[in-house]
């Protein structure tokens, strides 16, 4: 019985899921479902990459916490449209979530939207959100052994950043060993290794965002 | 409806933590529920608890993970009674889980036993397992803004151990800011600041574990 709810509830989800994935192909907009643990630097990221792109794609944002609005009010201090999505406690985003947070969005000005789900290396993995592509961040200090512990997040990643790294000389993370653990769950994941505090690697992650919003958009135009 | 089901879950979950907590009583031991984000050292801090606890203290461990047995194949290199419980996927250990995984352990030989829950700063803090404490690790790394976003953790903890503080110079964590937004949700906290990779704090935390374990046995015994 409980379980025949949960399903019910998954496939409602599934099915908004696909329902966001047309709306926004119809809008020619690519959609980055980014997703970490608390703290891995998801909003850093965000800021970073809106900063660097500004010129070159037209980016607007989704914003999920289980409370308060201080990431959104930190991603509006850049000026593109954002979207705080307030889960009153839940520990994931889902399809319908977002689909009314996309709806907030002056998405004919947009060329693609991040959104960043809530802090939680386990549950936002069970739910599509109708995303393009799905980003996970590990940050260093996590260590490098969780692919082991949390493998339901890495198996649904397209693509891996290995955030803080200007933290790996005092921290035991081995990077490699780490990316061999994501690959014996994944192998087609790709990787990125960066740090916003120094800035190495984040014009790689930028350049790899804008030809994927190019590409989606040429494909949804096709 | 679905509100429904979830709160007859709650309410079974609750009635089954409460019997945990006399079987707890009944056996003398206290129960710590150790809750933190992936990553933020809570295996690190337990095994550095037992060693320094080992001639003090008999602690027993249970380990919660979404996949695997890592974290129960390292603590039980270190001679205690450790029992691993696979959540399958599940983001939080309940109180029917532990009932099982404490009848698995020697109790009348412990003194304490330290429950490790799911890395997960969301989903664990409505769940009550019949613990005589709840303790949140929160590692310097993931930013002193976490209860802005994850109040719920902040309320349920009765102590909040920062960790990673020998990681403080090359972050912008600002430990008294942190200290007054936990303050500010939960006034009765305690705090412990610590690092287990230079070892600073880490007694004092440790004492506490066995002053809180020889009260909770007196009490027990009253």
């Given at each position: 019985m409980?379980?025949k709810?949960?399903?019910?509830?998954?496939?409602?989800?599934?099915?908004v899921?696909?329902?966001?994935?047309?709306?926004?192909?119809?809008?020619?907009?690519?959609?980055?479902?980014?997703?970490a643990?608390?703290g891995?630097?998801?909003?850093?990221?965000?800021?970073?990459t809106i900063?660097?792109l500004?010129?070159r794609?037209?980016?607007g944002?989704?914003?999920?916490?289980?409370?308060?609005?201080?990431?959104?009010?930190?991603?509006?201090?850049?000026?593109?449209?954002v979207v705080?999505?307030?889960t009153?406690?839940?520990c994931?985003?889902?399809?319908?979530?977002?689909?009314?947070?996309?709806?907030?969005?002056p998405?004919?000005?947009?060329?693609?939207?991040?959104?960043?789900?809530?802090g939680?290396?386990?549950c936002?993995?069970?739910?599509?959100?109708?995303?393009?592509v799905?980003?996970?961040?590990?940050?260093?200090?996590?260590?490098?052994?969780?692919p082991?512990?949390?493998?339901?997040?890495?198996?649904?990643?397209?693509?891996?950043?290995?955030?803080?790294?200007?933290?790996?000389?005092?921290?035991d993370?081995?990077?490699?060993?780490?990316k061999?653990?994501?690959?014996?769950?994944?192998?087609?994941v790709?990787?990125?290794?960066?740090?916003?505090?120094t800035?190495e690697?984040?014009?790689?992650?930028?350049?790899?965002?804008?030809?994927?919003?190019?590409?989606?958009?040429a494909?949804?135009?096709?």
């Amino acid at each position: 019985m409980e379980v025949k709810v949960v399903q019910n509830v998954m496939k409602a989800n599934d099915s908004v899921a696909e329902d966001n994935r047309k709306f926004l192909e119809a809008h020619h907009l690519a959609a980055f479902n980014v997703m970490a643990s608390p703290g891995a630097g998801k909003t850093t990221l965000l800021m970073a990459t809106i900063d660097r792109l500004k010129d070159r794609v037209r980016l607007g944002a989704i914003e999920g916490d289980t409370a308060s609005q201080v990431d959104a009010d930190k991603v509006s201090t850049t000026g593109v449209p954002v979207v705080q999505i307030n889960t009153g406690g839940g520990c994931h985003l889902d399809a319908p979530m977002v689909r009314e947070a996309l709806e907030a969005l002056p998405l004919d000005e947009l060329d693609a939207v991040i959104i960043e789900n809530v802090g939680n290396l386990v549950c936002p993995a069970a739910f599509a959100l109708g995303e393009t592509v799905n980003v996970v961040i590990l940050s260093v200090p996590e260590g490098d052994d969780k692919p082991y512990k949390y493998p339901g997040m890495f198996v649904r990643a397209d693509v891996v950043v290995i955030s803080k790294i200007d933290l790996l000389p005092y921290l035991d993370f081995d990077v490699e060993a780490f990316k061999k653990l994501v690959l014996s769950v994944n192998p087609k994941v790709e990787f990125f290794e960066l740090s916003c505090k120094t800035g190495e690697g984040v014009d790689a992650w930028c350049d790899w965002v804008a030809d994927f919003t190019a590409k989606a958009k040429a494909e949804s135009e096709a």
